[in-house]
Nanobody, 121 residues
Framework: QVQLMESGGGLVQPGGSLRLSCAASGRFFSNVSMGWYRQAPGKQRELVATITSSGGIIYADSVKGRFAISRDNAKNMVTLQMNSLKPDDTAVYYC???????????????WGQGTQVTVSS
């Protein structure tokens, strides 16, 4: 079983910054990728950013140039630095991790419990 522990989030004014962190723990062989999704009220969950163990990064178009994702492979941790936040960024942000629990095994996806980000004046 893999656990994802999220931290960060909160209330910030438009134009402000927040930092989200997520650490993976438990029994697994390799951490293929980690990242963040978000879900606003009445909307579907959407990808924000993801990063592979080799450093490959994908950003949603809506956050390019404002958000930066990074990871520490030794700590199985991923961080999302969010700058120039807008009210449209308001959502619950969920950490996710794709891992293999044994060599050559299938990739399994795990989710954190979510952390609220509210951008409002």
């Amino acid at each position: 079983q893999v656990q994802l522990m999220e931290s960060g989030g909160g209330l910030v004014q438009p134009g402000g910054s927040l930092r989200l962190s997520c650490a993976a723990s438990g029994r697994f062989f390799s951490n293929v990728s980690m990242g963040w999704y978000r879900q606003a009220p009445g909307k579907q969950r959407e990808l924000v950013a993801t990063i592979t163990s080799s450093g490959g990064i994908i950003y949603a178009d809506s956050v390019k140039g404002r958000f930066a994702i990074s990871r520490d492979n030794a700590k199985n941790m991923v961080t999302l630095q969010m700058n120039s936040l807008k009210p449209d960024d308001t959502a619950v942000y969920y950490c996710h991790a794709n891992v293999r629990t044994y060599p050559g095994g299938p990739i399994s996806t795990y989710w954190g419990q979510g952390t609220q980000v509210t951008v409002s004046s």
